[in-house]
C-alpha cells in the first residue's frame, strides 16, 4: 500500500531492538534506521553500542547483497559523526546539536570537513 503512493518504506529500530529480528523484511524495505537514543526527546548521548549495532547492520546489509541506505538518528554532533559514518552509514539525521548552535551553515561546513564521505549511492 504504502509503494502504491510512490512512497518508500522504512524501518526504524530502537536501541533495545534486536537487528537479528528484522532479517526477514530488510528485502522488503528501502531504509535501516537506527536510534541511537530512545525516542521521546532531544538532547540525549548515544547509547554506548551504537557504533557497533552500526557495524553490525551495514555487515548484514551487505551480506544479504542488499543496496538500502542506513541511517542514524539521535545524538549525533560533530565529534561522533566520523566514527558512525566510518562504522557504515550512509545518513546522519543532526537535531539538536544543529538546532543549538546560532552558526547553522558553519555547524555543516565543519561536519562536512570532519567526516568522511559515506557510502551513499
Known amino acids: 500500500m504504502i509503494r502504491s503512493q510512490s512512497a518508500q518504506v522504512g524501518l526504524s529500530l530502537?536501541?533495545?531492538?534486536?537487528?537479528?529480528n528484522s532479517r526477514a523484511c530488510l528485502p522488503d524495505i528501502d531504509l535501516l534506521l537506527i536510534l541511537a537514543v530512545y525516542p521521546g526527546f532531544g538532547g540525549q548521548a548515544p547509547q554506548p553500542n551504537t557504533v557497533a549495532r552500526i557495524v553490525e547492520a551495514r555487515r548484514l546489509i551487505d551480506q544479504m547483497g542488499l543496496d538500502m541506505p542506513l541511517a542514524v538518528d539521535g545524538g549525533v554532533t560533530l565529534e561522533n559523526a566520523p566514527a558512525l559514518l566510518g562504522a557504515g552509514a550512509d545518513t546522519l539525521v543532526i537535531g539538536t546539536a544543529l538546532f543549538r548552535t546560532h552558526r547553522?551553515?558553519?555547524?555543516?561546513?565543519?561536519?562536512?570537513?570532519?567526516?568522511p564521505m559515506s557510502r551513499s549511492r
Open 14 to 20: 530502537s536501541p533495545d531492538d534486536l537487528l537479528e
Open 104 to 115: 547553522m551553515r558553519a555547524f555543516v561546513d565543519d561536519l562536512r570537513e570532519a567526516a
